[in-house]
């Protein structure tokens, strides 16, 4: 019996929902993690390293099998990954323990980093012809929408339903299976596959892309790390500042910053990558530097400005970053070379999060949103620094060229 196989554009919308998955995946414990530290006396640092064994796994995969969808297929990696993000999620529904919270997240890592190469990757072959140059809007546009699906209604099932600490993982289980049951009627498709055999190896960079790679990588970096403050200091920043202990209050506080995400990537459209992470660079650095003053003055109304333009400037780095370089790759290593922009990022995720949770612990909530909005300034200001050296090196070559 012949499967049936969905079309290109059941394809494209079916890509950038498994990329809202990795956002939604990631971001779905945020909310709890106040919960279980209640539940079990944890400490922030504990809370902050749950959040932190994602991006650690997310990494250890993408080194092992970045360029694995280059070689078997966007459909069937995707669908490796999304079974270890649903039997994640649902250990976490299940979990009578914190050991059980990290095994589940450990899951949860395994499968957003088979998940989030090819997924990019198929968001841009599965782009209407002659308007791939989208496929950046519409990953950050699925990443903020999959950011929001998690606060929201994480937030109102955490609040209103019975079950708190398990029902949302339960929802997010559900959703992965009819996700999976979607993929499946999937073509198999890759634009060009790569030569030889697969094998583990780490994700390389095609020659001739480095400079575009390291500006690319620096810009999704700053946002993933802005993802990172929000995700995992974000309900314990909310619970302080708004001082509310209801979980819906303090997603839709969280839920801002993913809104201004997928709003922000609207006017971005026209826009050139440089600009788009002008833009991202000087809107994170502004945000940062409010979220800093909310913090100290427990302003509810600075806060939730920083949340909005902490969301645009999260977006504007991650579409700028990802249009530049699927400009300029190659496309038999499309995806390897995405999931080495996406190890770099995640690396940081992890890096960031763990230290400032244990900042958070010993020094106080105020001094790790202090060390957190420094980190990220200095983020930004090197992404737009290294944007303008590529942009200077590109205009000398294009006209020493013409001089020849």
Same mark, same amino acid.
């Given at each position: 019996?012949?499967?049936?196989?969905?079309?290109?554009?059941?394809?494209?919308?079916?890509?950038?929902?498994?990329?809202? $998955?990795?956002?939604?995946?990631?971001? &779905?414990?945020?909310?709890?993690?106040?919960?279980?530290?209640?539940?079990? $006396?944890?400490?922030?640092?504990? #809370?902050?390293?749950?959040?932190?064994?994602?991006?650690?796994?997310?990494?250890?995969?993408?080194? @092992?099998?970045?360029?694995?969808?280059?070689?078997?297929?966007?459909?069937?990696?995707?669908?490796?990954?999304?079974?270890?993000? &649903?039997?994640?999620?649902?250990?976490?529904?299940?979990?009578?323990?914190? =050991?059980?919270?990290?095994?589940g997240r450990a899951f949860m890592g395994v499968g957003v980093g088979l998940s989030a190469g090819p997924s990019a990757a198929a968001v841009v072959e599965f782009s209407s012809p002659h308007k791939a140059g989208q496929a950046g809007?519409?990953?950050?546009?699925?990443?903020?929408?999959?950011?929001?699906?998690?606060?929201?209604?994480?937030?109102?099932?955490?609040? *209103?339903?019975?079950?708190?600490?398990?029902?949302?993982?339960?929802?997010?289980?559900?959703?992965?299976?009819?996700?999976?049951?979607?993929?499946?009627?999937?073509?198999? $498709?890759? &634009?060009?596959?790569?030569?030889?055999?697969?094998?583990?190896?780490?994700?390389?960079?095609?020659?001739?892309?480095?400079?575009?790679?390291?500006? !690319?990588?620096?810009?999704?970096?700053?946002?993933?790390?802005?993802? &990172?403050?929000?995700? !995992?200091?974000?309900?314990?920043?909310?619970? =302080?500042?708004?001082?509310?202990?209801?979980?819906?209050?303090?997603?839709?506080?969280?839920?801002?910053?993913?809104?201004? !995400?997928?709003?922000?990537?609207?006017?971005?459209?026209? /826009? #050139?990558?440089?600009?788009?992470? /002008? %833009?991202?660079?000087?809107?994170?650095?502004?945000?940062?530097?409010?979220?800093?003053v909310a913090a100290v003055q427990h302003s509810l109304e600075l806060y939730m400005l920083a949340q909005v333009g902490a969301g645009a400037a999260y977006s504007w780095l991650l579409l700028g970053g990802l249009s530049l370089i699927?400009?300029?790759?190659?496309?038999? $290593?499309?995806?390897?070379?995405?999931?080495?922009?996406? @190890?770099?990022? *995640?690396?940081?995720?992890?890096?960031?999060? @763990?230290?400032?949770?244990?900042?958070? #612990?010993?020094?106080?909530?105020?001094?790790?949103?202090?060390?957190?909005?420094?980190?990220?300034?200095?983020?930004?200001?090197? #992404?737009?620094?290294?944007?303008?050296?590529?942009?200077? !090196?590109?205009?000398?070559?294009?006209?020493? %060229?013409?001089?020849?």
């Amino acid at each position: 019996m012949t499967r049936k196989v969905l079309g290109r554009r059941a394809s494209f919308l079916t890509a950038t929902a498994i990329v809202a $998955h990795t956002i939604w995946t990631s971001a &779905a414990p945020a909310l709890t993690y106040p919960l279980y530290a209640q539940q079990w $006396h944890l400490t922030t640092f504990a #809370t902050t390293a749950i959040f932190a064994v994602y991006p650690v796994f997310v990494v250890f995969v993408l080194v @092992l099998f970045g360029n694995l969808s280059d070689h078997i297929g966007r459909r069937e990696t995707m669908l490796i990954g999304l079974v270890f993000s &649903a039997i994640g999620s649902l250990v976490f529904a299940a979990a009578p323990d914190v =050991d059980w919270i990290f095994f589940g997240r450990a899951f949860m890592g395994v499968g957003v980093g088979l998940s989030a190469g090819p997924s990019a990757a198929a968001v841009v072959e599965f782009s209407s012809p002659h308007k791939a140059g989208q496929a950046g809007s519409a990953t950050a546009a699925a990443q903020g929408l999959g950011m929001m699906a998690a606060a929201l209604i994480g937030g109102a099932l955490i609040q *209103y339903a019975p079950l708190p600490l398990r029902l949302n993982f339960a929802v997010l289980t559900i959703v992965l299976v009819g996700l999976i049951a979607v993929t499946w009627f999937m073509p198999n $498709h890759t &634009a060009s596959r790569a030569a030889g055999h697969w094998r583990p190896r780490v994700p390389s960079i095609p020659n001739g892309v480095f400079a575009v790679f390291v500006a !690319s990588t620096a810009a999704v970096t700053g946002s993933y790390v802005l993802g &990172a403050m929000t995700l !995992s200091l974000g309900a314990q920043v909310a619970h =302080d500042v708004v001082a509310s202990s209801n979980a819906l209050v303090n997603g839709g506080t969280i839920a801002l910053f993913a809104i201004a !995400s997928a709003v922000a990537t609207v006017p971005a459209r026209k /826009l #050139t990558p440089s600009k788009v992470i /002008l %833009a991202g660079g000087a809107t994170a650095i502004g945000s940062s530097a409010l979220l800093a003053v909310a913090a100290v003055q427990h302003s509810l109304e600075l806060y939730m400005l920083a949340q909005v333009g902490a969301g645009a400037a999260y977006s504007w780095l991650l579409l700028g970053g990802l249009s530049l370089i699927n400009a300029h790759l190659p496309v038999t $290593h499309r995806a390897a070379t995405l999931s080495a922009l996406f @190890l770099v990022a *995640y690396l940081a995720q992890a890096v960031v999060a @763990l230290s400032l949770g244990k900042v958070a #612990t010993y020094s106080g909530l105020t001094s790790a949103v202090d060390i957190g909005v420094v980190t990220i300034a200095l983020l930004a200001s090197v #992404t737009l620094l290294l944007d303008l050296v590529r942009q200077r !090196s590109a205009f000398r070559r294009s006209r020493k %060229a013409q001089g020849s």
